[in-house]
């Protein structure tokens, strides 16, 4: 069943190429963006039923053909309990915004140019996460860069441009230190297999060059994941990113940053880990208290979700940086959950700009229950599930993340762990206050709102609004009719609530969200074994 995997990434490859043809155009290309990320979620799903869970430490229909003879390069892909979650929420999530595309051509056109960018965006997302040779991770791991640079500066918003040179520049930086680091390893090591370096466990290289490659391997990963302060270029791709640029950058992309510690950083350099972990786990708090702050700080709700996920990466990092099975566990189960909460908060946030016309906090007012009471409730879910209410899958990660760093691995000081656990509690709350300040000012309260309540104007005038008292009167879109009264609601049936397209994007990551809420062991006792494996610790569960 090998073949598997290879039609995985060749199925969305395949339909990126069809695509070159002028038949495809407007809708047409959106339906076959649908069929042909519709095909690839089912292959993912066969990948996950045909799975050996009895064995989920061991990697799994494996493909090894030689790829360079000369230089030892192996087109090497497989799965195990770590990569498989990775790959089915690559497949669902890519799945979900084709859906989400369908019926509304994207801000900048070109339909067909976004279905084939992001059809080449998956190819390599999920072969980042099916990669087991060094350089050939290293290649899907760059594939991601070129699409998603599109995405942001085609179809993003007003400052799209410096926001894509900016996302390009950091991640190009990052991944040559990157590559810097993969080559010392194969340089020491004389291979670039990575399930044969994960056996050796560190075996036959030096502790100071582990720490020299750790070092390196892990900016470059730091980088993606986003880790403080190489973070500055998130608040401004998500910023600028279109809707369904915003919910794979924050989904998926992030997530290959922080599946690189897991499946090459700590397991092939062990001792380099070892040593670097106090000032990862450091790092990784500071994250989290800066991202909070930084979220009380911010007026615009896409920017607001981008410095939590500042934040909730940062409880992911403090996870890998316990060394322990159930601090790697915790940043696992983390990383699915971000990817299924902040997937949601981005497709509401998309939703709301929609139909407000603005992501603006000020603008938006309140009252959003009583006016769209559908999108209020799921924003009002996806917050509290972000914020890590116990029943809801944000609260594992977390949770055993702080408790990982209670006690951690053998070697590592434990009053030190102790205090990024603290300040990790501190940061959960700050992280509760942000989200009730928000949710308080934008589905309670009076409505302070500019808001299209009607057609379009037959004249092209100025039309300006108050934005409240005292506060200063601005131009807005021409041409649109705006509610101007404080307190004031458009006409019922004016302003449309959730729709059926988008309840089919959205609930998926709802009811998942609650499923591993309620039933963490489902992907604990998947990632469990795995986590055992690369921690050298032998097959149990962790």
């Given at each position: 069943m090998n073949w598997l995997l290879l039609a995985l990434l060749a199925v969305p490859l395949a339909g990126a190429a069809a695509l070159t043809a002028p038949a495809f155009a407007g809708r047409a290309a959106g339906r076959f963006g649908i069929a042909v990320s519709a095909l690839t979620f089912l292959l993912a799903v066969v990948v996950a039923v045909v799975f050996d869970y009895g064995d989920a430490g061991r990697m799994q229909l494996e493909t090894d053909w030689s790829w360079i003879p000369g230089l030892d390069l192996r087109f090497h892909l497989g799965v195990d309990g770590i990569s498989l979650p990775l790959v089915v929420l690559t497949a669902l999530l890519s799945l979900l915004c084709f859906v989400h595309l369908a019926g509304r051509?994207?801000?900048?056109?070109?339909?067909?140019?976004?279905?084939?960018?992001?059809?080449?965006?998956?190819?390599?997302?999920?072969?980042?996460f099916l990669a087991l040779d060094l350089l050939l991770?290293?290649?899907?791991?760059?594939?991601?860069?070129?699409?998603?640079?599109?995405?942001?500066?085609?179809?993003?918003?007003?400052?799209?441009?410096?926001?894509?040179?900016?996302?390009?520049?950091?991640?190009?930086?990052?991944?040559?230190?990157?590559?810097?680091?993969?080559?010392?390893?194969?340089?020491?090591?004389?291979?670039?297999?990575?399930?044969?370096?994960?056996?050796?466990?560190?075996?036959?290289?030096?502790?100071?060059?582990?720490?020299?490659?750790f070092l390196a391997v892990g900016i470059g990963l730091a980088v993606k994941t986003p880790m403080w302060p190489l973070h500055t270029w998130l608040p401004d791709a998500h910023t600028e990113a279109p809707t369904v640029g915003s919910v794979l950058l924050a989904g998926v992309l992030l997530k290959m940053g922080s599946y690189g510690f897991a499946r090459i950083a700590i397991p092939i350099l062990p001792e380099g880990a070892a040593a670097l972990a106090p000032w990862l786990g450091a790092l990784a708090v500071v994250g989290i208290i800066y991202g909070s702050l930084a979220c009380l700080a911010q007026r615009d709700l896409k920017r607001m979700i981008a410095y939590s996920s500042v934040g909730h990466m940062g409880f992911v990092l403090l996870g890998f940086a316990t060394l322990t099975p159930v601090g790697v566990n915790a940043a696992l189960f983390g990383n699915i959950?971000?990817?299924?909460?902040?997937?949601?908060?981005?497709?509401?946030?998309?939703?709301?700009?929609?139909?407000?016309?603005?992501?603006?906090?000020?603008?938006?007012?309140?009252?959003?229950?009583?006016?769209?009471p559908y999108i209020g409730s799921l924003l009002t879910f996806a917050c509290v599930a972000s914020l890590g209410l116990p029943g809801l899958a944000g609260f594992w990660g977390e949770m055993l993340a702080l408790f990982g760093a209670f006690r951690p691995a053998a070697g590592l000081s434990r009053p030190l762990f102790l205090v990024f656990m603290t300040v990790g509690g501190v940061g959960t709350v700050l992280t509760a206050a942000y989200f009730l300040v928000m949710l308080s000012r934008v589905t309670?309260?009076?409505?302070?709102?500019?808001?299209?309540?009607?057609?379009?104007?037959?004249?092209?005038?100025?039309?300006?609004?108050?934005?409240?008292?005292?506060?200063?009167?601005?131009?807005?879109?021409?041409?649109?009719?705006?509610?101007?009264?404080?307190?004031?609601?458009?006409?019922?049936?004016?302003?449309?609530?959730?729709?059926?397209r988008?309840?089919?994007?959205?609930?998926?990551?709802?009811?998942?969200?609650?499923?591993?809420?309620?039933?963490?062991?489902?992907?604990?006792?998947?990632?469990?074994?795995?986590?055992?494996?690369?921690?050298?610790?032998?097959?149990?569960?962790?």
């Amino acid at each position: 069943m090998n073949w598997l995997l290879l039609a995985l990434l060749a199925v969305p490859l395949a339909g990126a190429a069809a695509l070159t043809a002028p038949a495809f155009a407007g809708r047409a290309a959106g339906r076959f963006g649908i069929a042909v990320s519709a095909l690839t979620f089912l292959l993912a799903v066969v990948v996950a039923v045909v799975f050996d869970y009895g064995d989920a430490g061991r990697m799994q229909l494996e493909t090894d053909w030689s790829w360079i003879p000369g230089l030892d390069l192996r087109f090497h892909l497989g799965v195990d309990g770590i990569s498989l979650p990775l790959v089915v929420l690559t497949a669902l999530l890519s799945l979900l915004c084709f859906v989400h595309l369908a019926g509304r051509p994207p801000d900048g056109g070109r339909v067909r140019a976004l279905v084939f960018t992001l059809l080449v965006l998956e190819v390599g997302m999920i072969g980042t996460f099916l990669a087991l040779d060094l350089l050939l991770f290293f290649v899907f791991f760059e594939v991601v860069l070129v699409p998603m640079y599109f995405v942001i500066a085609i179809w993003g918003g007003r400052d799209r441009r410096a926001a894509a040179v900016k996302f390009i520049l950091y991640t190009l930086l990052g991944s040559a230190v990157l590559l810097l680091g993969l080559l010392v390893i194969w340089a020491q090591a004389g291979t670039l297999d990575m399930v044969e370096l994960t056996a050796r466990h560190g075996s036959g290289i030096a502790r100071s060059v582990q720490i020299v490659a750790f070092l390196a391997v892990g900016i470059g990963l730091a980088v993606k994941t986003p880790m403080w302060p190489l973070h500055t270029w998130l608040p401004d791709a998500h910023t600028e990113a279109p809707t369904v640029g915003s919910v794979l950058l924050a989904g998926v992309l992030l997530k290959m940053g922080s599946y690189g510690f897991a499946r090459i950083a700590i397991p092939i350099l062990p001792e380099g880990a070892a040593a670097l972990a106090p000032w990862l786990g450091a790092l990784a708090v500071v994250g989290i208290i800066y991202g909070s702050l930084a979220c009380l700080a911010q007026r615009d709700l896409k920017r607001m979700i981008a410095y939590s996920s500042v934040g909730h990466m940062g409880f992911v990092l403090l996870g890998f940086a316990t060394l322990t099975p159930v601090g790697v566990n915790a940043a696992l189960f983390g990383n699915i959950a971000h990817g299924l909460i902040t997937g949601l908060l981005f497709f509401l946030a998309g939703g709301i700009k929609e139909r407000y016309g603005t992501a603006d906090l000020v603008r938006l007012g309140g009252g959003m229950l009583r006016r769209l009471p559908y999108i209020g409730s799921l924003l009002t879910f996806a917050c509290v599930a972000s914020l890590g209410l116990p029943g809801l899958a944000g609260f594992w990660g977390e949770m055993l993340a702080l408790f990982g760093a209670f006690r951690p691995a053998a070697g590592l000081s434990r009053p030190l762990f102790l205090v990024f656990m603290t300040v990790g509690g501190v940061g959960t709350v700050l992280t509760a206050a942000y989200f009730l300040v928000m949710l308080s000012r934008v589905t309670h309260g009076r409505s302070r709102e500019t808001v299209p309540v009607g057609p379009p104007l037959a004249s092209a005038e100025e039309v300006r609004v108050v934005l409240g008292p005292g506060e200063p009167v601005e131009p807005v879109a021409t041409g649109t009719a705006v509610a101007e009264v404080e307190g004031s609601h458009p006409p019922a049936g004016r302003l449309a609530d959730v729709t059926s397209r988008e309840l089919v994007a959205w609930v998926p990551l709802v009811a998942l969200t609650i499923l591993f809420g309620v039933w963490p062991k489902a992907l604990l006792d998947l990632t469990g074994p795995a986590v055992q494996a690369i921690l050298g610790l032998g097959g149990g569960a962790g």
